[in-house]
Each structure stands twice: as structure tokens, then as C-alpha cells.
């Protein structure tokens, strides 16, 4: 039973375009979602989160949105760049701090 | 500050053996997680410390698996009698006292022959 749900396996975009990824969750008791970035052979790096009272959240070329009645959020980088080339996995966090992955979509920004 | 450190980067073993991990969390981080990352999968919860109590555990934590965090700080995961199923990235996290985010090591690659 997947709580965290990235139906996109893979993604390409071209570099200076918009990159969206998206995700979608079950359990309405998640209050907190954050975005990681993994590259090969590494642990994963944390982008960006999101607090349930929140819709939006920026921090440079990175902007999650939350829409709660959807149960839905999504991870926007704009400008796209060769080097946002990763894994990036949308997750979501219980009232009791354990973290629950989605299963990730690699994104590609080809130059 | 140095990020959460783990050892060894990489540990091929052969089945039955015994492994042992160690992660040493950000130094004022008082919360440690191990997760396990499967190809083409998310990392998996497997246990979590809040100081040296560890207060839940997975239902993936088989009885083979075993971690502690003796005195609050570096953890130890250990398995036993290791098993192909058990080949996998093992990840360890640390976070505040906020807990709002959770920041990974490098990892542990098992492989298990």
C-alpha cells in the first residue's frame, strides 16, 4: 500500500524549460513534505518542503505547491539546468517523524 | 559541520555472514533514522532514535536485524546471518530537535552473494 505515490517514472525536459514533478499521497495525516534530489551512489539531498498549513513554498528556482483537498503536490524548477539531472523523490512526513518515500522520478534536463 | 558519515561505503559479504554498519548523524542532531533503498525504489523506514531510545521500528526490521545507539550519538545496524534479499543501499539519517528534515549519509552498499 503506497501512502506516496510518483506515477512518472522518468522525466525529460529541456534545459531552460520547466520542470514539474508531481506527487500524490493517501493518508491525510501527513503535516509536513519535502523534496529530495539523489545522484548516483549518493545518499539523497534535501531541496525544498512544504508544511500542511502551506500551499506554497520558493526557494530559487525551486517552488513546491500543495493541494490538500487533491492530495496532490508537485515540484517546480525553473529554470532547468543539466545539473538537476537526478533522482527526486517526493515524500511526506507522519506526526511521529518517520518519513515515507514515494518511489522517485528521474528527471533529465538535456541540454 | 561534516554531514552524517557512514561506514563502510561498500560491503560485499556472503550469505549467513554477520555485517555491522555504523553511522555517526550531524553532532547536535539528536534523532537517527535507517532506512533501506531498494532499485527503482524510495528508502524504506526501518528504526528511529531520539537520543539513545529507540522508539519505533519498522515491521521490515526482521528478528535478524538489530540497531543501537548506546550512548546518543554514532548508531550501529547490524544483521545476522544475511541473506540475498538483503542486498540493498542502507541510508542513515539524522535530524533536530524541529525534526522537520531529515538530512542523509552516503549509504551502505550490501551486496550479498
Known amino acids: 500500500d503506497q501512502q506516496v505515490k510518483q506515477n512518472s517514472p522518468s522525466l525529460s525536459v529541456q534545459e531552460g524549460r520547466i520542470s514539474i514533478l508531481n506527487c500524490d499521497y493517501t493518508?491525510?495525516?501527513?503535516?509536513?513534505f519535502l523534496w529530495y534530489k539523489k545522484y548516483p551512489a549518493e545518499g539523497p539531498t534535501f531541496l525544498i518542503s512544504?508544511?500542511?498549513?502551506?500551499d506554497k513554498n520558493e526557494d530559487g528556482r525551486f517552488t513546491v505547491f500543495l493541494n490538500k483537498s487533491a492530495k496532490h503536490l508537485s515540484l517546480h524548477i525553473v529554470p532547468s539546468q543539466p545539473g538537476d539531472s537526478a533522482v527526486y523523490f517526493c515524500a511526506a512526513r507522519t506526526s511521529y517523524d518517520k518519513v515515507i518515500f514515494g518511489p522517485g522520478t528521474s528527471l533529465s534536463v538535456i541540454p | 559541520d561534516t554531514g552524517v558519515s557512514q561506514d563502510p561505503r561498500h560491503k560485499i559479504t556472503k550469505r549467513g555472514q554477520n555485517v555491522t554498519f555504523r553511522c555517526d548523524p550531524i553532532?547536535?542532531?539528536?534523532?537517527l533514522y535507517w532506512y533501506r533503498q531498494t532499485l527503482g525504489q524510495g528508502p524504506e523506514f526501518l528504526t528511529y532514535?531520539?537520543?539513545?531510545?529507540?522508539?519505533?521500528k519498522s515491521r521490515l526490521l526482521s528478528d535478524r536485524f538489530s540497531a543501537e545507539r548506546p550512548k546518543g550519538s554514532f548508531s550501529t545496524l547490524e544483521i545476522q546471518r544475511t541473506e540475498q534479499g538483503d542486498s540493498a543501499m542502507y541510508l542513515c539519517a539524522s535530524s533536530g530537535e524541529a525534526a522537520d528534515t531529515q538530512y542523509f549519509g552516503p549509504g551502505t552498499r550490501l551486496t550479498v552473494l
Open positions: 493518508n491525510s495525516m501527513f503535516d509536513y
Open positions: 512544504i508544511s500542511s498549513i502551506k
Open positions: 532514535f531520539q537520543n539513545e531510545a529507540q522508539l519505533e
Open positions: 553532532s547536535e542532531h539528536n534523532r
